[in-house]
C-alpha cells in the first residue's frame, strides 16, 4: 500500500522561509514523478510543482517561479518543498502526490496523480 506522509508546514511570516518533506513509501518511488498542490479555503486545489522521475524535470506553476524549489532524494523516499520569500497567497494546505504511471517527467493536472498525503498546513501572516 502507497503511503504519503507530508510534514514541516507552520505559521510563518511574510518574507519567510519552510520546507515541506513528503516521506512515501509501498512503491518504487525512484520510478515515479511526484509533485505538490495545495488547496486555500474555497478554492479549488492548485498544481504547485512538479519533479521528475529522474529528478531532471521540474515544473513550477508562474506564482511561485523563482521562490519555492522542488527536489528529491530517491534514497531517502523524499520529495522536498523549499519555499522561500512566501506570500499571505501562499497560505494552503499543501499535498504531496505520485505519479499514477512510471517514467514520465511530471504533469500539472491532478489526474495523473493516483496517491495523494493527508495535507500539511501552510500559514503565512502578513
Known amino acids: 500500500q502507497v503511503q504519503l506522509v507530508e510534514s514541516g508546514g507552520g505559521l510563518v511570516q511574510a518574507g519567510g522561509s519552510l520546507r515541506l518533506s513528503c516521506a512515501a513509501s509501498?512503491?518504487?518511488?525512484?520510478?515515479?514523478?511526484m509533485a505538490w498542490f495545495r488547496q486555500a479555503p474555497g478554492k479549488e486545489r492548485e498544481f504547485v510543482t512538479s519533479?521528475?522521475?529522474?529528478?531532471?524535470?521540474?515544473y513550477y506553476v508562474d506564482s511561485v517561479k523563482g521562490r519555492f524549489t522542488i527536489s528529491r532524494d530517491n534514497a531517502k523516499n523524499t520529495v522536498y518543498l523549499q519555499m522561500n520569500s512566501l506570500k499571505p497567497e501562499d497560505t494552503a494546505v499543501y499535498y504531496c502526490?505520485?505519479?499514477?504511471?512510471?517514467?514520465?517527467?511530471?504533469?500539472?493536472?491532478?489526474?495523473?496523480?493516483?496517491?495523494w498525503g493527508q495535507g500539511t498546513q501552510v500559514t503565512v501572516s502578513s
Open positions: 502526490a505520485v505519479n499514477r504511471v512510471p517514467y514520465y517527467s511530471g504533469s500539472s493536472s491532478p489526474d495523473e496523480y493516483d496517491y
Open positions: 519533479i521528475s522521475w529522474r529528478g531532471t524535470r521540474t
Open positions: 509501498g512503491r518504487t518511488f525512484s520510478s515515479y514523478a
